[in-house]
Nanobody, 114 residues
Framework: QVQLVESGGGLAQSGGSLTLSCTASGSIFSWNTMGWYRQAPGKQRELVAVTRSGGITNYADSVKGRFTISRDNAKNTVHLQMNSLKPEDTAVYYC????????WGQGTQVTVSS
């Protein structure tokens, strides 16, 4: 079984920064995709940023230039550095892993006050 354990998140002021981390454990192929999605109240879950084992990354247009995703393949860990936060970044952030199947973390709340 694969488990994803998230940390980070919380409350930040507009313009501030937060860092999310997620560590995967279990049967994980070396070639995989890890990243973050988010879901705001009343909205669909959306991609924030993902990174593939080969180093390819994808960002939502709304976070480009503000968020940075990075990974430690040896530790099966992915980080999301969030800078210049905006109130519209407020959402539950979910860690995501695709190895053989899709796996999701339990979610961590990020709240940005104006």
């Amino acid at each position: 079984q694969v488990q994803l354990v998230e940390s980070g998140g919380g409350l930040a002021q507009s313009g501030g920064s937060l860092t999310l981390s997620c560590t995967a454990s279990g049967s994980i192929f070396s070639w995989n995709t890890m990243g973050w999605y988010r879901q705001a109240p009343g909205k669909q879950r959306e991609l924030v940023a993902v990174t593939r084992s080969g180093g390819i990354t994808n960002y939502a247009d709304s976070v480009k230039g503000r968020f940075t995703i990075s990974r430690d393949n040896a530790k099966n860990t992915v980080h999301l550095q969030m800078n210049s936060l905006k109130p519209e970044d407020t959402a539950v952030y979910y860690c995501y892993l695709f190895t053989t199947y899709d796996y999701w973390g339990q979610g961590t709340q990020v709240t940005v006050s104006s």
